[in-house]
């Protein structure tokens, strides 16, 4: 079962300080966090230990344990088998890492424990949300990323109620601290992607299956965007000027070209929610020597995925079910 697909849905905040809760826009979040915004009740900014946060809609569907497993869920990875059937972390490990970890038995314990973590799914917002985020901060703007669409299967057992988001400072998770025996599915306010909606920590036996798709899409922009984007871009200089200015001294050369660029992809970026601007910008990067052509098509197909979800719903329909 599909639910709605809103990046620009109002989210719901919880104030501590006060007990207040409130519906706001993506533009007051905003606001906020620049200490523009108060707390309608007692007034505390973002910079307050009690200030309001994301929390659940109190009307969220998957908030029914019943139709958790109904729903679709989502989840974006570079590995192009996730979830691997025969995970082995340690398998990439060199002769000279495994010397530095101590040897094959805290390589053992090592595996032991990235084994152990949970598997992390989510709504389709969260999962272009975390892609987009890992572009970013993670240095993976340039890897091919893949789409999943679960399927848990119908006799899960969901834990009661929902936490708030049980991740380390590495987004990790240890599944049996959130499923407890006879748990296979816990539900968490996400804070970091889709905040204040609900994802999933849950083993891979909780899923039936997969439907998984290389994006962006390859053939999935829009062409007349991408077309004046090309047309821009190859009518401008790519050799590089030497910057002016009292900091020209700081900032290496630039390219008339790698200059229209960024500015293309900011331009773009400002057509997306408030809260996906700045990693949309920094995953569709202009460098100096980037082909304009690949680069406008990508850039204008990973906007598609968030304005225009019906046509990445389309390709995932026409994909192979994969069972886990």
């Not at 773009?268 to 408030?274: D, M, S």
């Amino acid at each position: 079962m599909e639910r709605r697909i809103d990046f620009s849905r109002d989210r719901c905040m919880l104030c501590a300080g006060c007990g207040r809760e409130f519906l706001v826009d993506l533009g007051w979040i905003d606001r906020w966090e620049q200490t523009e915004e108060k707390c309608p009740g007692c007034g505390l900014t973002c910079e307050h230990e009690h200030a309001p946060r994301v929390t659940i809609a109190p009307r969220d569907p998957a908030l029914d344990n019943e139709r958790v497993p109904q729903f679709f869920w989502y989840h974006t990875s570079t590995c192009p088998d996730w979830p691997a059937k025969h995970f082995d972390p340690a398998a990439d490990l060199t002769a000279e890492t495994r010397l530095r970890m101590g040897g094959e038995e805290h390589v053992a314990a090592w595996t032991a424990r990235q084994r152990s973590k949970a598997l992390h799914v989510g709504t389709y917002e969260a999962a272009v949300h975390n892609m987009l985020r890992r572009m970013d901060d993670q240095a993976d703007s340039r890897n091919q990323f893949y789409l999943y669409r679960v399927r848990l299967r119908p006799d899960v057992v969901v834990r009661e109620g929902w936490l708030v988001d049980p991740s380390d400072w590495l987004g990790d998770v240890v599944l049996t601290e959130v499923c407890p025996s006879g748990i296979d599915v816990a539900r968490y306010l996400n804070y970091h992607e889709d905040p204040g909606g609900l994802s999933l920590a849950l083993g891979r036996n909780a899923i039936a299956s997969v439907q998984e798709i290389a994006i962006p899409l390859p053939d999935a922009w829009d062409g007349g965007w991408a077309r004046e984007a090309i047309a821009t871009l190859e009518s401008a200089s790519d050799v590089p000027v030497p910057a002016t200015g009292k900091l020209a001294r700081f900032m290496p050369p630039s390219s008339p070209r790698a200059t229209e660029g960024r500015e293309l992809g900011r331009a773009l970026a400002g057509r997306l929610p408030v809260n996906l601007r700045r990693q949309f910008e920094s995953a569709v990067s202009f460098d100096e020597g980037t082909d304009p052509v690949p680069w406008a098509r990508r850039a204008s197909s990973l906007c598609g995925l968030i304005v225009d979800p019906q046509r990445v719903l389309a390709a995932l329909d026409a994909a192979e079910h994969r069972e886990v």
